[in-house]
């Protein structure tokens, strides 16, 4: 079995928490199984997948999508701010997913596991011409934060 996993960032929060958790798991049950990882940026979460012995890669985002987020859009400057970003992202994206779909065959997946919306939304695509299944793992928030959840969270989790 070959599993490879997409996620957004490799910051540490609670989602790239549990990714890490899975994925010890499953190398722990499945030792034989093939994992991999292909992350948005480089960061702690691709330095402990490392170490869990599963090939990872960074393949950076387009600095326009990267800069693509939905957690404060509560006025009209913050959607046009999102809306200029969304424009430029996604001239760059084409060859983004063009380099993800071919990452995605090279790891040649029977399992394509996405969290976080870009990936998601970049997985519907790119993993397409793998053949592969594609499980979508939702750890995200449909809205906006407010503080006092932020910081809950926060206090709670590191």
Avoid: C
Wanted: aromatic share 8%; hydrophobic share 45%.
């Amino acid at each position: 079995m070959r599993l490879l996993y997409l996620t957004p960032t490799a910051s540490m929060g609670g989602a790239e928490r549990v990714l890490l958790d899975l994925v010890g798991m499953v190398r722990q049950a499945r030792p034989s199984w093939s994992l991999g990882l292909i992350v948005g940026n480089d960061g702690p979460l691709a330095v402990e997948a490392r170490r869990h012995g599963v090939e990872t890669m960074v393949l950076p985002f387009p600095r326009g999508f990267a800069r693509l987020g939905d957690t404060s859009l509560t006025g009209v400057q913050p959607w046009l701010r999102f809306l200029r970003h969304a424009s430029v992202g996604g001239l760059a994206l084409t060859g983004y997913v063009g380099r993800l779909s071919s990452a995605i065959r090279a790891f040649s997946p029977d399992i394509v596991h996405s969290t976080g919306f870009k990936m998601h939304v970049l997985s519907a695509v790119a993993a397409k011409s793998s053949g592969a299944s594609v499980i979508w793992h939702f750890h995200d928030y449909l809205g906006a934060r407010s503080e006092e959840h932020t910081s809950e969270l926060q206090s709670r989790f590191g």
